[in-house]
């Protein structure tokens, strides 16, 4: 789908319903600009918290309560300050 619209003195842009509908776009919605390769990217930033449920499926080790999982978060921070950092190319040790 390909539209037009103009830019305001304000610099604004009014988006055109068939866009807004399609991307599921309303008032107060947040959106993202990106520039890439000379191209301007509108990315809607309208998916809730509760939208993404479910979207890594079941863990593996059943549902885990939040002290658990701070505490894993805890663990696996502790072991990554122990173990001696890497070098990159092009980066010192």
């Not at 103009?6 to 055109?16: D, E, F, N, R, Y």
């Not at 959106?31 to 918290?49: A, H, M, Q, W, Y």
Request: glycine share 6%.
């Amino acid at each position: 789908m390909r539209k037009d619209a103009v830019l305001s003195a304000k610099g604004q842009i009014t988006l055109p319903k068939e866009i807004r509908d399609a991307l599921a776009i309303r008032p107060n919605d947040t959106v993202i600009f990106t520039v890439e390769d000379g191209r301007l990217i509108l990315t809607p930033k309208n998916v809730s918290f509760s939208d993404l449920a479910g979207f890594l499926g079941s863990p593996p080790n059943g549902p885990a309560t939040l002290d658990e999982i701070e505490e894993a978060i805890a663990s696996a921070a502790a072991q990554n300050a122990s173990e001696p950092r890497k070098a990159f190319k092009g980066q010192a040790a």
